[in-house]
């Protein structure tokens, strides 16, 4: 009889491998190992046995059935992943089409900046981080100490979302709320850009989008100063547009940074590019990501990418960069 359960359980492995898709590993762990299969047919002739045989059958049907347990357990394992494998084979998008044509497209320009700013600054030893879009007040607002009453939050005209009940968020004016993410999330030092698609309630004109992208630089660390500053500033701005590019900064106000400034960059022809915003992270805005001020200072900046990438490209009018007419969007 072992000798028969032998040759049955090497029969059922045989049956168990071959079996080329999970139905019909079900159907033969049913045949195997199930109510009708040879082993519990031997099983139950196993009580006509004397009791020494009976023991040692016993033990060999056991022994089996973990066996082919195993068996089925590895094939059904192979299956699935072959099965998984399969399926994402066919669901596969192939997103790299369109830009493997010729003339079938390429990034926006707007994209093309990001990219090409992104490289600049991972050169400079940066990490990128993101942001969400939908912003809630602490984040967009309050840590960034905006007081709740502060005029500077009519700076930034917002589009508020309402969520039911007094319960509201706010498309993010600007990328700095992401440097709260990255404060509240790691400890310095940090040095990072933030790039992304921020919204402003307000009329669209040649300067100005009510949807566009701002690129945010924080670097947060021990001995950080002024001159670390205006440093970055202007070795972006000669990596992104050349040589003959230089900058400079102008006092200003912003709640975030202490003291703040605006930066604007000369093209060679001498004439000026208002950009943006910077300033050295005001020690509340330190506080309140749980940075301790004493210990570590830092610098942010923050300016408008629209504006930079239609500069480089001569595109007077910042409305064209929504546009989706081909004929200008093949230009670049
Ligand atoms: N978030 C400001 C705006 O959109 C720009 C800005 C100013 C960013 C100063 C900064 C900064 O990081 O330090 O108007």
Excluded at 2 to 8: F, M, P
Excluded at 185 to 211: C, F, K, W
């Amino acid at each position: 009889m072992i000798e028969d359960i032998r040759a049955t359980t090497s029969e059922a492995e045989r049956l168990v491998d071959a079996a080329s898709t999970l139905d019909e590993l079900a159907r033969v762990d049913r045949e195997v190992l199930g109510k009708g299969s040879a082993l519990t047919g031997f099983k139950r002739q196993m009580g006509g046995l004397e009791p020494d045989a009976r023991r040692e059958v016993g033990a060999a049907l056991n022994e089996a059935r973990a066996a082919l347990e195993a068996a089925v357990a590895a094939r059904r394992a192979a299956l699935a992943a072959t099965a998984q494998r399969e399926q994402a084979e066919a669901e596969r998008l192939d997103l790299t089409e369109v830009r493997a044509g010729r003339d079938a497209g390429h990034l926006h320009l707007v994209t093309q900046a990001i990219e090409e700013l992104e490289d600049v600054f991972v050169g400079l030893g940066f990490t990128v981080a993101e942001g969400p879009e939908v912003e809630d007040d602490w984040h967009n607002f309050t840590a960034l100490n905006f007081g709740e009453y502060h005029p500077a939050r009519d700076m930034q005209d917002t589009f508020f979302v309402g969520l039911g009940g007094d319960r509201e968020v706010v498309m993010r004016t600007h990328t700095s709320p992401v440097q709260i993410r990255v404060m509240e999330e790691q400890a310095p030092p940090i040095y990072s850009v933030m790039p992304g698609r921020v919204y402003r309630n307000e009329a669209t004109d040649a300067t100005h989008l009510a949807v566009f992208h701002q690129l945010e630089c924080l670097v947060v660390d021990r001995g950080i100063t002024f001159g670390h500053l205006a440093g970055t500033i202007d070795r972006f701005t000669k990596a992104y547009f050349g040589p003959g590019w230089t900058s400079r900064l102008r006092p200003s106000y912003f709640p975030f940074t202490e003291p703040s400034a605006e930066f604007d960059l000369q093209r060679p022809d001498g004439t000026w590019l208002e950009l943006g915003g910077c300033g050295m992270v005001h020690p509340n805005v330190l506080a309140n990501c749980g940075i301790d001020p004493e210990e570590f200072s830092g610098f942010a900046f923050g300016f408008g990418l629209d504006r930079l990438a239609a500069t480089r490209h001569g595109v007077t009018d910042l409305r064209e960069l929504a546009s989706t007419d081909i004929r200008f969007l093949e230009q670049f």
